[in-house]
């Protein structure tokens, strides 16, 4: 068996369901940046992430992007989970936000799973509770927070995904994730400067706080 299948999921699954795991997946080391999920993709197989970390993301009809939430490792994706059960399309993407690792689990055994194994269901019913306050999360970040609040918690929400107070990233970057203007974006960074909040530098800031 996979010592990092066993070191992160080893708490969740009984050895049984480990093995099956272990038997029946492909190991991927994806680097920053790779998009592994598209719009409009039928997924064959679900992944569960060991180390790094993946941001989903929604596309609009004009092609406009809105981050919706991080995964990071012990994690799989709720939307992901509808659309391997389902046999839909995917209705978001996903791209790594820094190296990452993932145990591809192919779709078939989602089901057999969570007749066979109680841990795998509540695993699966966990991650969708967990998704939805996420989504909730960002829902009313849109609705109740301006947008200089809501570009700050995404920018310490990056500090803590990375681990590292340095961030690279553009503010074109920022915006598309935020979906709003990289003029607006530009702006609210020199403001949060200006209070010693970060610093800026070229296609990277600093966090000052947390």
Same mark, same amino acid.
């Given at each position: 068996?996979? +010592?990092?299948? &066993? ?6 699954? %009984?050895?049984?369901?480990?093995? %099956? ?6 190991? #991927? ?14 997924? =064959?197989? *679900?992944? /569960?992430?060991?180390? $790094? ?9 004009? $092609?406009? %992007? ?7 490792? $012990?994690? =799989? ?7 391997? =059960? ?15 690792? /993932?145990? *591809? ?8 799973? *969570? ?13 969708? +509770? ?19 609040? !809501? ?6 929400? #990056?500090?803590?995904?990375? $681990?590292?107070?340095?961030? &690279? ?8 994730? /935020?979906? =709003?203007? !990289? ?10 400067? /200006? ?6 530098? !070229? ?8």
């Amino acid at each position: 068996m996979r +010592q990092d299948l &066993k070191t992160h999921y080893g708490h969740l699954f %009984e050895n049984e369901l480990l093995e %099956e795991i272990n038997n029946v997946s492909t190991l #991927k080391n994806i680097p920053e940046g790779t998009q592994i999920i598209d719009v409009g993709q039928t997924l =064959t197989k *679900m992944p /569960l992430l060991l180390e $790094g970390a993946i941001k989903i993301l929604r596309d609009d009809d004009n $092609g406009d %992007e809105l981050l919706l939430y991080f995964l990071e490792k $012990g994690d =799989t994706c709720a939307m992901t989970l509808t659309c391997c =059960t389902g046999s839909a399309k995917s209705e978001i993407k996903a791209i790594t936000e820094i190296d990452t690792k /993932l145990i *591809m689990v192919p779709v078939f055994y989602m089901e057999v799973w *969570m007749g066979k194994y109680k841990s795998w269901r509540d695993f699966v019913l966990e991650s969708y +509770q967990t998704r939805m306050l996420e989504l909730l999360d960002t829902i009313d970040k849109i609705a109740f927070l301006k947008m200089d609040e !809501r570009l700050l918690n995404y920018l310490k929400d #990056k500090a803590m995904i990375n $681990g590292n107070t340095k961030i &690279k990233t553009t503010h074109q970057e920022i915006a598309y994730e /935020l979906h =709003t203007s !990289r003029v607006v974006i530009s702006r609210l960074l020199k403001k949060l400067e /200006l209070q010693k909040a970060i610093v800026l530098h !070229r296609n990277s800031l600093e966090l000052l706080t947390l």
